[in-house]
């Protein structure tokens, strides 16, 4: 009886550390090589820490530590004679309002004006992705301005009283530009601006109707024959379907920006012509001119830039 009872303890303690070596393990594994739950205890983490020090829990991206030595004011010029004339809009974090903002100043740093976003009143159910954060803008010669979020669910044209004028469903992300017709081009992506179902969108902006949608796979890669090599895929790549944001390494192209070529500039470029289209892809190191006309590619460069997102 006592060699059995011995036996057994021998076992359950046995047990017990066999489990302990493989949840630290396990854990080790977690923190290298970012298995699950590893997303979750970074959030988890930043939530708790954002807590402690603000008393809000405010998602990733939303409050940033300065440095110590960064001045403490809200707007500082340090050289005067290189400030380019002109007006410049920032997008942040409104304390006083609790709400997301885009500030307006002049070339000497003197507030001009805010645009407050309450993205609730846009879209009652949330952003499907986690994040309302202003992403694109484009401010309009009446006040009013367009602007897409993060990873929301909607893009929007605000007046200048902060009223929408518009509503767009849909997962508009990134930079928005504007034609030479007063058009505004932006990417949509597919369930998620992080997977590989992307289309660039030209639409009006005082309605908010599209007015031509580009698919990307299929109208630029699969169109052209040397264009899956230019856009670092192979010929016959089996593209993901994705409804929400692909795992960690999935995100294939990760399109960031949208410039129209416009007249004015077009004359200093022999192989481009005005209404061409420069885009940038972060995940592959990518800026290319696109004929949107044509869909051809006339012109690509994968570096020197890193990860550019400009």
Known sequence: MTGSKAEKSIF????????????????????????????????????????????????????????????????HIYDT?????????????????????IWLYDDNGIHLH??????EALDTDGPRNHSEMPHGMQILRDGSIVVNFDKGDVMTRLDACSQPLWVKDGIFHHSIDIDEHGNLWTWRGEGTAYGDRQFLVQFDPRTGETLREIDFINDVIKKNGDAPFIF???????????EQDPPEGEDLFHPNDV??????LAGNFDAFSAGDLLLSFRNINLVAVLDPRSMRTKWWSRGPWNFQHD
């Open 12 to 75: 359950y303690f046995s047990l017990i550390l066999l489990m302990l070596f493989g949840a630290f393990g396990y854990g080790v594994l977690v923190g290298f090589y970012e298995y699950w739950p590893f997303e979750t205890l970074n959030v988890a983490r930043h939530t708790t820490i954002t807590f402690l020090r603000t008393g809000e829990l405010a998602p990733q991206g939303r409050t940033v530590s300065p440095a110590k030595d960064a001045p403490r004011e809200r707007f």
């Open 114 to 119: 805010s645009w407050m976003l309450d993205y």
């Open 232 to 242: 670092s895929v192979r010929s016959d790549h089996r593209f993901l379907e994705h």
């Open 259 to 264: 410039e129209v070529l416009s007249s004015r």
């Open 81 to 101: 004679t290189r400030v380019i004339d002109g007006h410049y809009a920032f997008a942040g974090w409104d304390n006083s309002h609790g709400k997301y903002a």
